[in-house]
């Protein structure tokens, strides 16, 4: 026999080769797909972090309050005392420095905001911790994303 397609005793046909631009086309979309999931698995994360900074900082403030005195001498935590806190948690994955925490006073029973001092900050007020954080977000063929992760947490001011 003899024709474009028959060669030394075995056929070859038309669609040789298809497998392999197959494969091609659809591992691309594939690993796309793999490596997209891996970089919203990392946003979750990088929000669990930020969950639990905003938790040991409301934490950190609701047991160091207006009446908190260690050995005679006065323990209330200021703002940038919690912001140190939570910056020094050492979080896996989280750059640090790129956190910022803003912590805010309610007074009890009104519920009014202010800030830290006789009538504010006493046992029985409410600290609300709040942390952002930039997150990078980084997706094949897709530019650079900086999402803004932010969480907070409430608690009551016990000493």
């Not at 047991?63 to 050492?90: F, H, M, P």
């Not at 409410?126 to 608690?155: E, G, N, R």
Request: hydrophobic residues 40%; aromatic residues 10%.
């Amino acid at each position: 026999m003899s024709g474009p397609w028959y060669r030394q005793g075995s056929l070859m046909y038309e669609d040789a080769g298809a497998a392999t631009l197959e494969f091609a086309l659809t591992s691309v979309v594939l690993f796309m797909s793999v490596f997209g999931i891996m970089g919203f698995s990392l946003e979750v994360f990088a929000y669990h972090q930020v969950a639990e900074a905003a938790r040991e900082g409301t934490r950190y403030a609701m047991v160091r309050g207006n009446k908190c005195v260690i050995d005679g001498t006065s323990c209330t935590a200021t703002a940038e005392e919690i912001q140190s806190y939570v910056q020094g948690l050492a979080l896996p994955g989280i750059n640090a420095s790129s956190l910022m925490v803003n912590t805010s006073y309610s007074a009890y029973p009104t519920g009014s905001s202010c800030t830290p001092n006789a009538n504010c900050a006493n046992p029985g007020d409410l600290v609300t911790v709040q942390v952002t954080y930039p997150a990078p977000l980084d997706l094949p063929f897709v530019p650079h994303i900086t999402l803004m992760t932010s969480a907070s947490s409430s608690m009551v001011i016990s000493q």
